[in-house]
């Protein structure tokens, strides 16, 4: 988290900045993404340019925000651009399930800071209120439908605004979801039929499906083979499904919560 991956594009920043303009990569959720795409505007492959990317465990920042990203014709110069693993085609299901939630609240975390620092008001602007240069947060699409300038419709529809943007100003902080935090809450059992190690947590029960995943788990957390207990596969199988039970409740409460903030 907090990497920094310099983007090619960049350009001097002369207006001050108004807007934080919330994108999708058109690329798939996964640990990785982030990085990916912020190697990608390394490359300079594409003229294109973010301040900022983030997955469900990484913030890349790409940029400083006294520089101009190339992301948002009509707000590039005046815009923070802030890139989400996902598609602007994404039902509220899927902006509901735990990869998504652990991103937003990343997101959030991050995106309150910068636009603090900045002087940016911790609010959505309807198009009419980007149309008349007023300061807050904005989809991409807004940016397209107010300045006629490109045709990208991310972050899509169903991106959950009132969720994310209460994750920004705090309001609906007690809807955050622990999942930021999964890997605190992480243990691991090894079968003592199968010698196969699981990493548990309060919703997954995952197979480390090698020793070098193992090992290399161990190592990004910090861990001790230690921590380490045996158990029978018949209590493990136990374990697991308590986690899928708890985990239905959770994608449920989500759904719930974002169907209630739209
Ligand atoms: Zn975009």
Known sequence: MGEFTPAHYIAQRDTPC??????????????????????????????????????????????????????????????????????????????????????????????????????????????????????????????????????????????????????????TAQLAINTTSEENNMQFVRSKQTNTIYAVTPYTVTAMTSAKTWQDTVKALALDEEYTVSLDDGDIAAIAADCAARRQVLVADIVAALKAGE
């Open 18 to 171: 108004r807007v934080m303009v919330i994108h999708t990569m058109e690329a798939p959720e996964g640990p990785q993404t982030a990085e990916n795409v912020a190697r990608y505007f390394a490359s300079g492959q594409v003229v294109a340019s973010a301040h900022m990317c983030v997955d469900q465990d990484s913030v890349v920042y790409c940029l400083p925000a006294s520089a101009v990203a190339f992301a948002a014709p009509g707000c590039n110069s005046d815009g923070y651009q802030v890139e989400h693993a996902g598609y602007a085609r994404q039902s509220p299901e899927e902006w509901g399930d735990a990869a998504s939630v652990a991103m937003l609240q990343l997101s959030a975390q991050a995106t309150r800071e910068i636009a603090d620092s900045l002087g940016i008001p911790l609010r959505h602007l309807t198009d009419e209120e980007l149309a008349a240069g007023e300061s807050g947060f904005v989809g991409h699409d807004q940016v397209s439908r107010v300045y006629k300038r490109s045709d990208h419709t991310d972050p899509g529809p169903s991106f959950p605004w009132s969720y994310y943007m209460g994750l920004v100003n705090g309001t």
